[in-house]
Each structure stands twice: as structure tokens, then as C-alpha cells.
């Protein structure tokens, strides 16, 4: 099986940054395309950001020019980094991946990560 582990959420002022890192392990044999979604209180989870094998990209218009996805393949770890955050970015951050993986034959499914908060307030 596979899991993934987010990390890097927290509190910060409007204006300012944040990096969040997102880890795949277990019996990994290709990590597809990976993103970031996120669920605001009162709305629905909406996909922020995403990125294939290659490394092409794909952002919300809410995020275009502030947020920045990317991954390391080697580590199966994927980033978004975030700047000029405002409040409307407060909300959980969830990692997803697209992952080809060992069970004694070649399987592949989608999984989450458990979420990072990220609380942009003055």
C-alpha cells in the first residue's frame, strides 16, 4: 500500500509565505500525476494545483502568479509553495497522487494525505 504525508502548514500574516511538502511511501512503482486541494470551512474540496510525471502544470485562477507546484521525482515528494498569501487561502491542504504500486502484481490507484492546515490572519 501507499501513503502520503503533508507537511509545512500553519500560521501566517497576510502578504506572506508558506511551503508545504507532500511525501509518497510504500511499495511505490510510478508516481503519476500528484496535486494539491483544498477545503476552505463551508466549501466544497477544490483542486489547487497539480502536476504530471513531466512536470507539466496546471493552477486555479485564485492562485495563478502566487502559488508554485513542483515535485522530485526521485523522493516522490511534491511541493507547493506559497506567497502572497490572503485570508481566502486559509483552509486544510490535501495531497493527492496517482500511484502505480506493487501488490504482488502491478496495481494503480489514487490516494490522500491526511491534510495540513494553513491559516492566513492578521
Known amino acids: 500500500q501507499v501513503q502520503l504525508v503533508e507537511s509545512g502548514g500553519g500560521l501566517v500574516q497576510p502578504g506572506g509565505s508558506l511551503r508545504l511538502s507532500c511525501a509518497a511511501s510504500?511499495?511505490?512503482?510510478?508516481?503519476?500525476?500528484m496535486g494539491w486541494y483544498r477545503q476552505a470551512p463551508g466549501k466544497e474540496r477544490e483542486l489547487v494545483a497539480a502536476?504530471?510525471?513531466?512536470?507539466?502544470?496546471n493552477y486555479a485562477d485564485s492562485v495563478k502568479g502566487r502559488f508554485t507546484i513542483s515535485r522530485d521525482n526521485p523522493k516522490n515528494t511534491m511541493y507547493l509553495q506559497m506567497n502572497s498569501l490572503k485570508s481566502e487561502d486559509t483552509a486544510v491542504y490535501y495531497c493527492?497522487?496517482?500511484?502505480?504500486?506493487?501488490?504482488?502484481?502491478?496495481?494503480?490507484?489514487?490516494?490522500w494525505g491526511q491534510g495540513t492546515q494553513v491559516t492566513v490572519s492578521s
Open positions: 510504500g511499495r511505490i512503482f510510478r508516481v503519476n500525476a
Open positions: 493527492n497522487a496517482d500511484v502505480d504500486y506493487y501488490s504482488g502484481s502491478l496495481e494503480r490507484a489514487g490516494y
Open positions: 502536476i504530471t510525471s513531466g512536470g507539466s502544470t
